[in-house]
Protein backbone atom coordinates (compact mmCIF):
# COMPACT_ATOMS: atom_id res chain seq x y z
CA UNK A 1 0.00 0.00 0.00
CA UNK A 2 1.42 2.96 -1.19
CA UNK A 3 1.93 5.96 1.62
CA UNK A 4 -0.29 8.77 0.62
CA UNK A 5 -0.32 10.84 3.80
CA UNK A 6 1.14 14.13 1.66
CA UNK A 7 -2.31 14.14 -0.15
CA UNK A 8 -4.03 14.23 3.02
CA UNK A 9 -1.80 17.06 4.61
CA UNK A 10 -1.79 19.42 1.23
CA UNK A 11 -5.56 18.90 0.42
CA UNK A 12 -7.60 18.84 3.07
CA UNK A 13 -7.11 21.98 4.45
CA UNK A 14 -10.05 23.52 2.69
CA UNK A 15 -13.39 22.76 3.36
CA UNK A 16 -14.79 20.64 6.60
CA UNK A 17 -15.50 17.07 7.29
CA UNK A 18 -19.06 16.37 7.58
CA UNK A 19 -19.01 12.44 7.75
CA UNK A 20 -16.95 9.82 8.90
CA UNK A 21 -18.04 6.37 9.17
CA UNK A 22 -16.51 3.02 8.13
CA UNK A 23 -18.66 1.42 5.16
CA UNK A 24 -17.83 -2.36 6.35
CA UNK A 25 -19.74 -1.06 9.73
CA UNK A 26 -22.92 0.33 7.76
CA UNK A 27 -22.75 -3.50 6.01
CA UNK A 28 -22.25 -5.34 9.32
CA UNK A 29 -25.09 -2.80 11.28
CA UNK A 30 -27.79 -2.61 8.59
CA UNK A 31 -27.18 1.03 8.58
CA UNK A 32 -28.36 2.85 5.61
CA UNK A 33 -26.03 5.69 4.62
CA UNK A 34 -27.92 9.00 4.35
CA UNK A 35 -26.05 12.25 4.59
CA UNK A 36 -29.87 13.88 5.90
CA UNK A 37 -28.77 13.17 9.01
CA UNK A 38 -25.17 14.96 9.20
CA UNK A 39 -24.40 18.31 9.15
CA UNK A 40 -24.61 18.70 5.38
CA UNK A 41 -26.01 22.10 3.77
CA UNK A 42 -27.74 21.73 0.53
CA UNK A 43 -25.63 22.88 -2.34
CA UNK A 44 -22.78 22.39 -1.50
CA UNK A 45 -19.86 20.76 -3.15
CA UNK A 46 -19.08 17.22 -1.47
CA UNK A 47 -16.43 14.73 -2.42
CA UNK A 48 -14.82 11.44 -0.52
CA UNK A 49 -11.08 11.60 0.85
CA UNK A 50 -9.48 8.85 -0.91
CA UNK A 51 -6.15 8.29 1.13
CA UNK A 52 -7.99 7.49 4.45
CA UNK A 53 -10.38 5.09 2.59
CA UNK A 54 -7.43 3.07 1.43
CA UNK A 55 -5.42 3.76 4.81
CA UNK A 56 -7.75 2.75 7.58
CA UNK A 57 -10.99 1.96 5.62
CA UNK A 58 -12.62 5.48 7.08
CA UNK A 59 -15.53 7.01 4.52
CA UNK A 60 -14.80 10.64 4.75
CA UNK A 61 -16.51 13.07 3.01
CA UNK A 62 -15.61 16.70 2.62
CA UNK A 63 -17.85 19.66 1.90
CA UNK A 64 -16.86 22.97 0.25
CA UNK A 65 -19.24 26.25 -0.56
CA UNK A 66 -16.96 26.65 -4.00
CA UNK A 67 -15.09 23.99 -5.87
CA UNK A 68 -11.77 23.30 -4.99
CA UNK A 69 -8.79 24.67 -6.54
CA UNK A 70 -7.05 21.86 -6.93
CA UNK A 71 -7.97 18.56 -9.28
CA UNK A 72 -11.12 16.00 -8.52
CA UNK A 73 -11.57 12.65 -9.92
CA UNK A 74 -15.50 11.85 -10.73
CA UNK A 75 -16.55 8.42 -10.83
CA UNK A 76 -19.97 7.49 -13.51
CA UNK A 77 -21.31 4.14 -13.58
CA UNK A 78 -24.43 2.67 -13.60
CA UNK A 79 -25.28 1.15 -9.97
CA UNK A 80 -28.74 -0.47 -11.15
CA UNK A 81 -28.25 -4.20 -12.75
CA UNK A 82 -24.67 -4.49 -11.77
CA UNK A 83 -25.72 -7.69 -9.44
CA UNK A 84 -23.19 -8.29 -6.69
CA UNK A 85 -21.51 -11.42 -6.07
CA UNK A 86 -21.35 -13.89 -2.97
CA UNK A 87 -18.87 -12.85 -0.27
CA UNK A 88 -19.11 -9.17 -1.95
CA UNK A 89 -19.41 -5.89 0.88
CA UNK A 90 -22.04 -4.13 0.55
CA UNK A 91 -23.62 -1.00 1.83
CA UNK A 92 -27.37 0.90 0.99
CA UNK A 93 -27.59 4.48 0.18
CA UNK A 94 -30.87 6.57 1.40
CA UNK A 95 -33.01 7.31 -1.50
CA UNK A 96 -36.05 9.29 -2.33
CA UNK A 97 -39.66 6.93 -2.61
CA UNK A 98 -39.27 3.64 -4.43
CA UNK A 99 -34.84 4.75 -4.74
CA UNK A 100 -34.96 4.25 -1.22
CA UNK A 101 -31.68 1.66 -0.68
CA UNK A 102 -32.64 0.03 -3.71
CA UNK A 103 -29.28 -0.68 -5.30
CA UNK A 104 -26.34 -1.36 -2.83
CA UNK A 105 -22.58 -0.44 -3.22
CA UNK A 106 -20.04 -2.48 -3.65
CA UNK A 107 -17.12 -1.01 -1.28
CA UNK A 108 -14.40 -2.84 -3.24
CA UNK A 109 -15.52 -0.64 -6.25
CA UNK A 110 -15.14 2.58 -4.19
CA UNK A 111 -11.60 1.21 -2.94
CA UNK A 112 -9.98 0.56 -6.54
CA UNK A 113 -11.88 4.50 -7.83
CA UNK A 114 -9.84 5.74 -4.60
CA UNK A 115 -6.79 3.77 -6.04
CA UNK A 116 -7.35 5.03 -9.39
CA UNK A 117 -7.70 8.40 -8.72
CA UNK A 118 -4.58 8.33 -6.02
CA UNK A 119 -2.33 7.13 -8.83
CA UNK A 120 -3.21 10.13 -10.69
CA UNK A 121 -1.77 11.99 -7.58
CA UNK A 122 -5.72 13.21 -6.80
CA UNK A 123 -7.60 12.69 -3.87
CA UNK A 124 -10.64 13.86 -3.92
CA UNK A 125 -13.67 11.69 -5.58
CA UNK A 126 -17.16 12.27 -6.69
CA UNK A 127 -19.83 10.03 -6.74
CA UNK A 128 -23.26 10.97 -7.06
CA UNK A 129 -24.96 8.90 -5.01
CA UNK A 130 -22.59 9.23 -1.76
CA UNK A 131 -21.88 13.35 -2.66
CA UNK A 132 -25.31 14.24 -3.33
CA UNK A 133 -28.18 14.12 -0.41
CA UNK A 134 -30.21 11.41 -2.36
CA UNK A 135 -33.45 12.07 0.02
CA UNK A 136 -33.81 16.25 -0.70
CA UNK A 137 -35.18 16.69 -4.29
CA UNK A 138 -33.87 20.15 -3.82
CA UNK A 139 -29.98 19.21 -3.72
CA UNK A 140 -30.24 16.61 -6.53
CA UNK A 141 -31.53 19.01 -9.18
CA UNK A 142 -28.79 22.01 -8.04
CA UNK A 143 -26.01 19.35 -8.87
CA UNK A 144 -28.00 18.75 -12.31
CA UNK A 145 -27.16 22.80 -12.61
CA UNK A 146 -23.53 22.58 -11.90
CA UNK A 147 -22.47 19.89 -13.54
CA UNK A 148 -19.50 19.94 -16.38
CA UNK A 149 -17.56 17.84 -18.15
CA UNK A 150 -14.47 16.18 -17.24
CA UNK A 151 -11.27 17.04 -19.11
CA UNK A 152 -10.31 13.39 -19.52
CA UNK A 153 -11.90 9.80 -18.79
CA UNK A 154 -10.44 6.84 -17.77
CA UNK A 155 -12.29 3.71 -17.74
CA UNK A 156 -11.62 0.45 -14.59
CA UNK A 157 -11.74 -2.90 -16.00
CA UNK A 158 -10.96 -5.89 -14.49
CA UNK A 159 -7.52 -6.82 -15.84
CA UNK A 160 -4.81 -10.04 -15.34
CA UNK A 161 -2.29 -8.90 -17.80
CA UNK A 162 0.85 -6.50 -17.88
CA UNK A 163 0.92 -2.68 -18.26
CA UNK A 164 1.24 -2.18 -22.05
CA UNK A 165 0.88 -0.04 -25.00
CA UNK A 166 -2.01 -1.02 -27.38
CA UNK A 167 -4.53 0.36 -30.12
CA UNK A 168 -7.64 -0.38 -31.24
CA UNK A 169 -6.35 -1.33 -34.50
CA UNK A 170 -3.02 -1.89 -36.16
CA UNK A 171 -3.57 0.74 -38.75
CA UNK A 172 -4.72 3.05 -35.97
CA UNK A 173 -2.79 5.78 -35.55
CA UNK A 174 -2.58 6.94 -32.19
CA UNK A 175 -1.76 4.35 -28.98
CA UNK A 176 -2.82 4.30 -25.54
CA UNK A 177 -1.79 3.15 -22.15
CA UNK A 178 -3.10 0.49 -19.88
CA UNK A 179 -2.25 1.41 -16.31
CA UNK A 180 -2.04 -0.88 -13.34
CA UNK A 181 -4.66 -0.07 -10.53
CA UNK A 182 -4.37 -3.21 -8.67
CA UNK A 183 -1.81 -5.52 -10.29
CA UNK A 184 -3.56 -8.37 -11.67
CA UNK A 185 -6.90 -7.23 -10.34
CA UNK A 186 -7.84 -4.35 -12.61
CA UNK A 187 -6.50 -1.58 -14.30
CA UNK A 188 -7.61 1.52 -16.48
CA UNK A 189 -7.17 3.05 -19.87
CA UNK A 190 -8.56 6.03 -21.95
CA UNK A 191 -12.43 6.00 -22.34
CA UNK A 192 -11.91 6.79 -26.31
CA UNK A 193 -9.52 3.34 -26.63
CA UNK A 194 -12.03 1.40 -25.13
CA UNK A 195 -14.94 2.92 -27.05
CA UNK A 196 -12.63 2.11 -30.05
CA UNK A 197 -12.02 -1.52 -29.59
CA UNK A 198 -15.68 -2.34 -29.11
CA UNK A 199 -15.74 -0.60 -32.43
CA UNK A 200 -13.05 -3.02 -34.48
CA UNK A 201 -13.92 -5.57 -31.63
CA UNK A 202 -9.89 -6.16 -31.35
CA UNK A 203 -6.95 -5.01 -28.84
CA UNK A 204 -4.27 -4.86 -30.05
CA UNK A 205 -1.09 -5.14 -27.81
CA UNK A 206 1.69 -3.38 -28.91
CA UNK A 207 5.94 -3.13 -27.68
CA UNK A 208 7.42 -1.12 -25.51
CA UNK A 209 8.38 1.29 -28.57
CA UNK A 210 4.28 1.28 -29.21
CA UNK A 211 5.73 -0.16 -32.91
CA UNK A 212 4.90 -3.34 -33.16
CA UNK A 213 2.56 -5.73 -32.72
CA UNK A 214 3.03 -8.47 -29.96
CA UNK A 215 -0.54 -9.70 -29.02
CA UNK A 216 -4.43 -9.25 -29.95
CA UNK A 217 -7.31 -9.42 -27.68
CA UNK A 218 -10.58 -10.05 -29.40
CA UNK A 219 -14.34 -10.07 -28.41
CA UNK A 220 -14.06 -6.42 -26.69
CA UNK A 221 -17.28 -4.97 -25.93
CA UNK A 222 -19.18 -2.56 -23.62
CA UNK A 223 -22.48 -2.14 -22.70
CA UNK A 224 -22.86 -5.71 -22.84
CA UNK A 225 -22.54 -6.43 -26.73
CA UNK A 226 -19.92 -7.55 -28.86
CA UNK A 227 -19.84 -5.45 -32.55
CA UNK A 228 -21.34 -6.82 -35.74
CA UNK A 229 -18.58 -9.01 -37.54
CA UNK A 230 -17.37 -8.14 -40.86
CA UNK A 231 -17.54 -4.37 -39.97
CA UNK A 232 -14.92 -3.57 -42.89
CA UNK A 233 -13.43 -0.28 -43.16
CA UNK A 234 -16.04 1.85 -43.10
CA UNK A 235 -17.33 0.61 -40.00
CA UNK A 236 -20.90 1.86 -41.05
CA UNK A 237 -22.99 -0.66 -39.32
CA UNK A 238 -21.18 0.14 -35.76
CA UNK A 239 -23.54 0.01 -33.18
CA UNK A 240 -24.35 4.12 -32.43
CA UNK A 241 -24.40 4.09 -28.97
CA UNK A 242 -20.77 3.50 -28.44
CA UNK A 243 -19.77 5.22 -32.20
CA UNK A 244 -21.34 8.47 -31.03
CA UNK A 245 -19.47 8.57 -28.21
CA UNK A 246 -16.46 7.60 -29.33
CA UNK A 247 -16.94 10.53 -31.88
CA UNK A 248 -18.04 13.20 -29.19
CA UNK A 249 -14.90 12.82 -27.52
CA UNK A 250 -12.45 11.94 -30.58
CA UNK A 251 -9.21 13.99 -30.55
CA UNK A 252 -9.45 14.28 -34.09
CA UNK A 253 -13.55 15.90 -33.86
CA UNK A 254 -12.43 18.59 -30.83
CA UNK A 255 -12.02 21.91 -33.17
CA UNK A 256 -15.93 21.62 -34.52
CA UNK A 257 -18.22 22.22 -31.85
CA UNK A 258 -21.13 21.53 -34.34
CA UNK A 259 -19.62 18.27 -34.67
CA UNK A 260 -19.65 17.11 -31.38
CA UNK A 261 -22.98 18.89 -30.86
CA UNK A 262 -24.68 16.78 -33.12
CA UNK A 263 -23.29 13.65 -31.44
CA UNK A 264 -23.80 14.38 -27.80
CA UNK A 265 -27.80 14.63 -29.02
CA UNK A 266 -27.25 11.05 -30.33
CA UNK A 267 -26.03 9.98 -27.47
CA UNK A 268 -28.71 11.69 -25.15
CA UNK A 269 -31.72 9.96 -27.09
CA UNK A 270 -30.21 7.17 -26.70
CA UNK A 271 -30.73 6.96 -23.14
CA UNK A 272 -32.94 6.86 -20.97
CA UNK A 273 -33.58 8.47 -17.80
CA UNK A 274 -35.94 7.54 -14.56
CA UNK A 275 -37.48 11.13 -15.18
CA UNK A 276 -38.12 12.58 -19.05
CA UNK A 277 -36.90 15.96 -17.91
CA UNK A 278 -33.64 14.59 -16.76
CA UNK A 279 -32.46 13.55 -20.22
CA UNK A 280 -32.54 17.39 -20.75
CA UNK A 281 -30.61 18.24 -17.68
CA UNK A 282 -28.31 15.73 -17.91
CA UNK A 283 -26.83 17.44 -20.94
CA UNK A 284 -27.46 20.55 -20.66
CA UNK A 285 -24.05 21.67 -19.55
CA UNK A 286 -22.31 19.86 -22.28
CA UNK A 287 -23.95 22.68 -24.37
CA UNK A 288 -23.11 25.54 -22.57
CA UNK A 289 -26.70 26.11 -21.03
CA UNK A 290 -27.96 26.22 -17.27
CA UNK A 291 -31.95 25.40 -16.68
CA UNK A 292 -33.74 25.85 -13.87
CA UNK A 293 -35.08 22.63 -13.18
CA UNK A 294 -37.83 23.87 -10.97
CA UNK A 295 -39.47 25.55 -13.76
CA UNK A 296 -40.77 22.43 -15.62
CA UNK A 297 -42.39 19.29 -15.03
CA UNK A 298 -39.89 16.50 -14.22
CA UNK A 299 -42.87 14.16 -16.52
CA UNK A 300 -42.29 16.62 -19.63
CA UNK A 301 -39.32 16.27 -21.62
CA UNK A 302 -40.84 18.18 -24.33
CA UNK A 303 -40.73 22.03 -22.50
CA UNK A 304 -37.30 21.36 -21.71
CA UNK A 305 -36.05 20.34 -24.94
CA UNK A 306 -37.51 23.57 -26.31
CA UNK A 307 -35.55 26.15 -23.68
CA UNK A 308 -32.57 24.16 -24.47
CA UNK A 309 -32.96 24.47 -27.89
CA UNK A 310 -34.12 28.21 -27.66
CA UNK A 311 -30.93 29.16 -25.61
CA UNK A 312 -28.77 27.34 -28.43
CA UNK A 313 -30.46 29.08 -31.42
CA UNK A 314 -31.46 32.50 -30.13
CA UNK A 315 -29.15 33.02 -27.50
CA UNK A 316 -25.90 31.43 -28.70
CA UNK A 317 -26.44 31.29 -32.47
CA UNK A 318 -25.78 27.99 -32.72
CA UNK A 319 -27.36 25.52 -35.74
CA UNK A 320 -29.62 23.14 -35.06
CA UNK A 321 -27.41 20.23 -34.66
CA UNK A 322 -29.92 17.84 -33.43
CA UNK A 323 -31.60 17.57 -36.74
CA UNK A 324 -30.69 14.39 -38.42
CA UNK A 325 -29.66 12.48 -35.12
CA UNK A 326 -32.52 9.68 -35.44
CA UNK A 327 -33.59 9.09 -39.27
CA UNK A 328 -35.37 6.19 -38.11
CA UNK A 329 -37.28 7.51 -34.94
CA UNK A 330 -40.84 9.03 -35.09
CA UNK A 331 -40.68 12.38 -34.98
CA UNK A 332 -42.04 13.95 -31.63
CA UNK A 333 -45.61 15.17 -32.35
CA UNK A 334 -45.33 18.18 -29.82
CA UNK A 335 -41.82 19.07 -31.11
CA UNK A 336 -41.36 17.95 -35.40
CA UNK A 337 -37.41 18.60 -35.54
CA UNK A 338 -36.46 16.40 -32.29
CA UNK A 339 -37.26 12.67 -32.90
CA UNK A 340 -39.81 10.61 -30.53
CA UNK A 341 -37.54 10.66 -27.12
CA UNK A 342 -37.01 7.45 -25.60
CA UNK A 343 -38.57 6.15 -22.44
CA UNK A 344 -37.54 3.40 -20.21
CA UNK A 345 -39.15 -0.16 -18.74
CA UNK A 346 -40.79 0.87 -15.44
CA UNK A 347 -39.12 4.08 -14.69
CA UNK A 348 -35.80 2.43 -14.34
CA UNK A 349 -32.41 3.62 -16.71
CA UNK A 350 -31.70 0.08 -17.84
CA UNK A 351 -32.33 0.75 -21.62
CA UNK A 352 -33.80 3.74 -24.09
CA UNK A 353 -37.13 2.76 -25.54
CA UNK A 354 -39.05 3.95 -28.28
CA UNK A 355 -42.96 3.24 -28.01
CA UNK A 356 -44.91 2.20 -31.61
CA UNK A 357 -47.85 0.28 -32.72
CA UNK A 358 -46.48 -3.30 -31.98
CA UNK A 359 -44.46 -2.30 -28.86
CA UNK A 360 -41.31 -0.69 -28.42
CA UNK A 361 -37.77 -0.65 -29.76
CA UNK A 362 -34.81 -0.06 -28.25
CA UNK A 363 -33.90 3.77 -29.19
CA UNK A 364 -30.34 2.84 -30.53
CA UNK A 365 -31.66 0.60 -33.14
CA UNK A 366 -33.33 3.67 -34.82
CA UNK A 367 -29.95 5.31 -35.25
CA UNK A 368 -27.37 5.33 -37.37
CA UNK A 369 -23.61 5.40 -37.07
CA UNK A 370 -23.21 9.14 -38.76
CA UNK A 371 -22.30 12.18 -37.83
CA UNK A 372 -22.27 16.11 -39.20
CA UNK A 373 -19.55 15.76 -41.67
CA UNK A 374 -17.24 19.10 -41.98
CA UNK A 375 -18.51 21.40 -43.94
CA UNK A 376 -22.39 20.21 -42.95
CA UNK A 377 -23.49 24.21 -41.84
CA UNK A 378 -26.48 22.60 -40.35
CA UNK A 379 -29.44 25.02 -40.50
CA UNK A 380 -29.71 28.44 -38.49
CA UNK A 381 -32.09 29.72 -37.16
CA UNK A 382 -34.54 30.96 -34.02
CA UNK A 383 -37.16 29.25 -32.10
CA UNK A 384 -39.97 30.47 -30.24
CA UNK A 385 -42.20 29.33 -27.10
CA UNK A 386 -43.88 26.67 -28.71
CA UNK A 387 -40.87 25.21 -30.32
CA UNK A 388 -41.38 26.15 -33.97
CA UNK A 389 -37.87 26.70 -35.59
CA UNK A 390 -37.80 29.14 -38.27
CA UNK A 391 -35.00 28.88 -40.42
CA UNK A 392 -34.02 29.51 -44.49
CA UNK A 393 -32.59 26.83 -46.24
CA UNK A 394 -32.20 25.51 -49.82
CA UNK A 395 -35.48 22.80 -50.46
CA UNK A 396 -37.67 21.69 -53.58
CA UNK A 397 -41.15 20.62 -53.59
CA UNK A 398 -42.16 17.42 -53.47
CA UNK A 399 -45.56 15.09 -53.69
CA UNK A 400 -45.95 12.15 -51.96
CA UNK A 401 -47.90 11.03 -54.95
CA UNK A 402 -48.00 12.14 -58.49
CA UNK A 403 -50.10 15.58 -59.08
CA UNK A 404 -49.46 17.26 -62.39
CA UNK A 405 -51.81 20.10 -60.80
CA UNK A 406 -48.91 21.36 -58.14
CA UNK A 407 -46.49 23.60 -59.64
CA UNK A 408 -46.70 26.55 -57.53
CA UNK A 409 -44.94 26.88 -54.55
CA UNK A 410 -48.12 28.40 -52.64
CA UNK A 411 -49.84 25.31 -53.69
CA UNK A 412 -46.74 22.64 -52.68
CA UNK A 413 -47.41 20.96 -49.50
CA UNK A 414 -44.24 18.92 -48.97
CA UNK A 415 -40.80 20.03 -49.66
CA UNK A 416 -37.40 18.27 -49.46
CA UNK A 417 -34.90 20.57 -47.32
CA UNK A 418 -31.23 20.34 -47.37
CA UNK A 419 -29.56 18.90 -44.36
CA UNK A 420 -26.37 18.71 -45.18
CA UNK A 421 -23.52 15.82 -45.61
CA UNK A 422 -22.63 13.30 -42.85
CA UNK A 423 -19.62 10.59 -42.34
CA UNK A 424 -19.43 7.36 -39.99
CA UNK A 425 -17.29 7.37 -37.25
CA UNK A 426 -14.19 4.72 -37.63
CA UNK A 427 -11.40 3.82 -35.06
CA UNK A 428 -8.87 3.78 -37.85
CA UNK A 429 -8.95 7.29 -39.77
CA UNK A 430 -11.77 9.34 -40.39
CA UNK A 431 -12.65 9.03 -44.34
CA UNK A 432 -14.76 11.85 -46.42
CA UNK A 433 -18.09 10.74 -47.30
CA UNK A 434 -20.91 12.24 -49.71
CA UNK A 435 -23.36 11.10 -47.75
CA UNK A 436 -26.68 13.94 -48.06
CA UNK A 437 -29.29 13.84 -46.14
CA UNK A 438 -32.42 15.79 -46.30
CA UNK A 439 -35.84 16.29 -44.12
CA UNK A 440 -39.25 16.60 -45.61
CA UNK A 441 -41.59 18.97 -44.17
CA UNK A 442 -45.35 18.97 -44.48
CA UNK A 443 -47.64 22.10 -44.11
CA UNK A 444 -50.01 22.22 -41.41
CA UNK A 445 -51.21 25.50 -41.49
CA UNK A 446 -50.72 29.19 -42.82
CA UNK A 447 -47.07 29.13 -42.76
CA UNK A 448 -46.62 26.22 -40.57
CA UNK A 449 -44.64 22.97 -41.36
CA UNK A 450 -43.94 20.18 -39.27
CA UNK A 451 -41.52 17.28 -39.75
CA UNK A 452 -42.66 14.41 -41.74
CA UNK A 453 -39.48 12.08 -42.44
CA UNK A 454 -35.31 12.28 -43.62
CA UNK A 455 -34.38 11.00 -46.91
CA UNK A 456 -31.45 9.58 -47.79
CA UNK A 457 -30.01 10.80 -51.28
CA UNK A 458 -27.27 9.57 -53.42
CA UNK A 459 -23.82 11.11 -53.50
CA UNK A 460 -24.77 11.90 -57.78
CA UNK A 461 -27.61 14.54 -56.64
CA UNK A 462 -25.35 16.66 -55.15
CA UNK A 463 -24.51 19.02 -58.25
CA UNK A 464 -28.72 18.79 -58.53
CA UNK A 465 -29.38 20.22 -55.57
CA UNK A 466 -27.28 23.48 -56.89
CA UNK A 467 -30.62 24.28 -58.49
CA UNK A 468 -32.63 24.27 -55.20
CA UNK A 469 -34.13 27.42 -54.30
CA UNK A 470 -34.10 29.28 -50.68
CA UNK A 471 -36.98 29.06 -48.70
CA UNK A 472 -38.34 30.27 -45.10
CA UNK A 473 -40.17 27.35 -43.28
CA UNK A 474 -41.23 27.49 -39.92
CA UNK A 475 -41.13 24.08 -38.61
CA UNK A 476 -42.23 22.68 -35.46
CA UNK A 477 -45.72 21.00 -33.71
CA UNK A 478 -47.72 19.68 -35.14
CA UNK A 479 -49.32 19.54 -31.65
CA UNK A 480 -48.91 21.99 -28.45
CA UNK A 481 -45.86 21.24 -26.50
CA UNK A 482 -48.23 19.80 -23.69
CA UNK A 483 -46.66 17.30 -21.59
CA UNK A 484 -48.37 13.69 -22.80
CA UNK A 485 -47.18 10.04 -22.67
CA UNK A 486 -45.38 8.90 -25.95
CA UNK A 487 -47.73 8.66 -28.50
CA UNK A 488 -48.30 5.36 -29.99
CA UNK A 489 -48.07 5.15 -33.92
CA UNK A 490 -50.87 2.48 -35.96
CA UNK A 491 -49.50 1.20 -39.46
CA UNK A 492 -52.27 1.53 -42.16
CA UNK A 493 -50.39 -1.35 -44.99
CA UNK A 494 -50.35 0.12 -48.48
CA UNK A 495 -51.51 -1.94 -51.60
CA UNK A 496 -49.24 -4.63 -52.39
CA UNK A 497 -47.18 -3.83 -55.46
CA UNK A 498 -46.93 -6.86 -57.41
CA UNK A 499 -44.31 -8.51 -60.18
CA UNK A 500 -45.92 -6.89 -63.11
CA UNK A 501 -44.05 -8.96 -65.91
CA UNK A 502 -44.44 -6.87 -69.31
CA UNK A 503 -46.06 -4.12 -67.59
CA UNK A 504 -42.45 -3.62 -65.92
CA UNK A 505 -40.72 -3.82 -69.50
CA UNK A 506 -43.13 -1.72 -71.21
CA UNK A 507 -42.35 1.46 -67.95
CA UNK A 508 -38.99 0.81 -68.23
CA UNK A 509 -38.93 0.99 -72.29
CA UNK A 510 -40.88 4.28 -71.35
CA UNK A 511 -38.42 5.53 -68.77
CA UNK A 512 -35.65 4.94 -71.66
CA UNK A 513 -37.63 7.43 -73.82
CA UNK A 514 -38.19 10.25 -71.29
CA UNK A 515 -34.80 9.63 -70.39
CA UNK A 516 -34.19 10.77 -73.79
CA UNK A 517 -36.20 13.27 -74.06
CA UNK A 518 -35.09 14.92 -71.29
CA UNK A 519 -32.05 16.50 -70.99
CA UNK A 520 -30.24 16.30 -67.61
CA UNK A 521 -28.07 19.28 -67.20
CA UNK A 522 -24.33 18.39 -67.33
CA UNK A 523 -21.55 19.71 -65.23
CA UNK A 524 -19.35 19.93 -67.75
CA UNK A 525 -17.75 23.59 -66.58
CA UNK A 526 -17.33 23.23 -62.51
CA UNK A 527 -20.88 21.85 -61.30
CA UNK A 528 -22.53 24.56 -63.39
CA UNK A 529 -24.77 23.44 -65.67
CA UNK A 530 -24.85 23.62 -69.58
CA UNK A 531 -28.28 25.10 -69.78
CA UNK A 532 -29.91 27.06 -67.48
CA UNK A 533 -33.78 26.98 -67.65
CA UNK A 534 -35.34 30.51 -65.37
CA UNK A 535 -39.06 28.26 -64.78
CA UNK A 536 -38.93 24.91 -63.23
CA UNK A 537 -40.68 21.83 -65.09
CA UNK A 538 -43.00 19.22 -63.84
CA UNK A 539 -41.54 16.14 -63.69
CA UNK A 540 -43.02 12.85 -62.14
CA UNK A 541 -41.66 9.31 -61.98
CA UNK A 542 -43.73 6.52 -63.25
CA UNK A 543 -41.98 3.48 -61.93
CA UNK A 544 -43.64 1.65 -59.34
CA UNK A 545 -43.46 -1.66 -59.26
CA UNK A 546 -40.01 -1.94 -61.64
CA UNK A 547 -37.47 -0.34 -58.90
CA UNK A 548 -38.65 1.75 -56.08
CA UNK A 549 -41.62 1.11 -54.11
CA UNK A 550 -44.11 4.04 -53.41
CA UNK A 551 -44.49 5.19 -49.83
CA UNK A 552 -48.48 5.62 -49.22
CA UNK A 553 -49.50 7.84 -46.25
CA UNK A 554 -51.85 6.26 -43.85
CA UNK A 555 -54.16 7.65 -41.17
CA UNK A 556 -51.69 9.21 -39.16
CA UNK A 557 -49.00 9.63 -41.46
CA UNK A 558 -47.10 6.41 -41.01
CA UNK A 559 -45.68 4.75 -43.82
CA UNK A 560 -45.61 1.24 -45.14
CA UNK A 561 -44.00 -0.48 -48.33
CA UNK A 562 -45.67 -3.15 -50.27
CA UNK A 563 -48.40 -3.89 -47.98
CA UNK A 564 -46.42 -4.63 -45.33
CA UNK A 565 -44.95 -2.64 -42.06
CA UNK A 566 -41.51 -1.62 -42.13
CA UNK A 567 -39.03 -2.65 -40.19
CA UNK A 568 -39.05 0.36 -38.03
CA UNK A 569 -41.64 2.25 -37.21
CA UNK A 570 -40.66 5.78 -39.51
CA UNK A 571 -38.41 4.75 -42.00
CA UNK A 572 -36.68 7.56 -44.10
CA UNK A 573 -37.01 8.47 -47.49
CA UNK A 574 -34.81 6.81 -50.37
CA UNK A 575 -35.18 10.00 -53.64
CA UNK A 576 -33.86 7.87 -56.52
CA UNK A 577 -31.36 10.71 -58.12
CA UNK A 578 -32.60 10.87 -61.53
CA UNK A 579 -36.36 12.72 -59.18
CA UNK A 580 -33.87 14.93 -58.63
CA UNK A 581 -32.75 16.48 -61.97
CA UNK A 582 -32.11 20.15 -62.06
CA UNK A 583 -35.42 20.92 -63.71
CA UNK A 584 -37.64 18.77 -61.34
CA UNK A 585 -40.44 20.56 -59.53
CA UNK A 586 -42.93 18.12 -58.29
CA UNK A 587 -41.31 14.85 -57.01
CA UNK A 588 -42.47 11.63 -56.01
CA UNK A 589 -41.34 10.60 -53.08
CA UNK A 590 -39.75 6.82 -53.06
CA UNK A 591 -37.95 4.48 -51.32
CA UNK A 592 -35.93 1.88 -52.71
CA UNK A 593 -36.77 -1.65 -51.80
CA UNK A 594 -33.27 -3.30 -52.01
CA UNK A 595 -34.25 -6.49 -53.44
CA UNK A 596 -36.40 -4.76 -55.88
CA UNK A 597 -33.58 -2.61 -56.70
CA UNK A 598 -31.06 -5.39 -57.61
CA UNK A 599 -33.59 -7.47 -59.14
CA UNK A 600 -34.23 -4.66 -61.74
CA UNK A 601 -31.47 -4.10 -64.16
CA UNK A 602 -33.16 -1.64 -66.33
CA UNK A 603 -34.17 0.97 -63.23
CA UNK A 604 -30.02 0.22 -61.99
CA UNK A 605 -28.54 1.14 -65.34
CA UNK A 606 -30.43 4.50 -65.50
CA UNK A 607 -29.61 5.68 -62.05
CA UNK A 608 -26.37 5.07 -62.21
CA UNK A 609 -25.91 7.51 -65.22
CA UNK A 610 -25.25 10.79 -63.60
CA UNK A 611 -22.32 13.05 -62.24
CA UNK A 612 -18.67 12.97 -62.44
CA UNK A 613 -16.96 12.51 -58.63
CA UNK A 614 -15.14 16.41 -60.07
CA UNK A 615 -18.79 17.69 -60.79
CA UNK A 616 -19.74 16.20 -57.21
CA UNK A 617 -17.03 17.57 -55.43
CA UNK A 618 -17.47 21.15 -57.03
CA UNK A 619 -21.49 21.47 -56.34
CA UNK A 620 -20.28 20.34 -52.60
CA UNK A 621 -18.00 23.16 -52.17
CA UNK A 622 -20.46 25.18 -52.81
CA UNK A 623 -23.12 23.53 -50.90
CA UNK A 624 -21.22 24.21 -48.04
CA UNK A 625 -21.67 27.74 -47.42
CA UNK A 626 -25.77 27.94 -48.13
Not at 209 to 216: F, R, T
Not at 262 to 274: E, G
Amino acid sequence: MGDFNHLIKAKSSAGRTIYDVSPRQLRQTGTRYDLADTEATLQRYRFIECSPLIQNGSLKIREYSELPKHSYTTISHVWDGAGTNPGDNTFEVQGAGRAAGRTPINIRIIEEACYASLKNNINLLWIDRLCIIQSVEEDKKWHFKEAVAPKQVQVMFAWGGDESWVKPHIEAQIPYYITHVTKGYSAMAPLALILDCCISGSLVLMDSDAKSMVGKVDDIRIFGSSPPKGLGPSYAKASPSIAMLAAAISTSLAEDEDRIYHCLWKCMLMRATRYPADMIFSVMGLFGVTLDPDEFSPDDYVKPAIALAKQLLNVLKKPATWLGASYFAPPCYQLSTFPTFPTSTRGRTQEALIEHANGSVAASSLMVNEFVDVDACMPEGTMDDRGYFEFNRISTPVAWKIDDSTTEDEKCKNFAVFLGFFCTYSPVKQRRENLVRAFIVERHGDEKFHLASYAILPPTTIPSLLKWKKRTFNVGGPNPPEPKEPMILEVNASEEVGDRGEDNAREEAEVKEEKEAIEYSRAADGGQTTEESEEEETYTNKRTAAGPVSFTIGGNGLYSIGGETTPYPWPPVRLPRNLLAPKSKVLRLNTVNESTFKAKSGWASHINDSWSNDAIENARRHLSFR
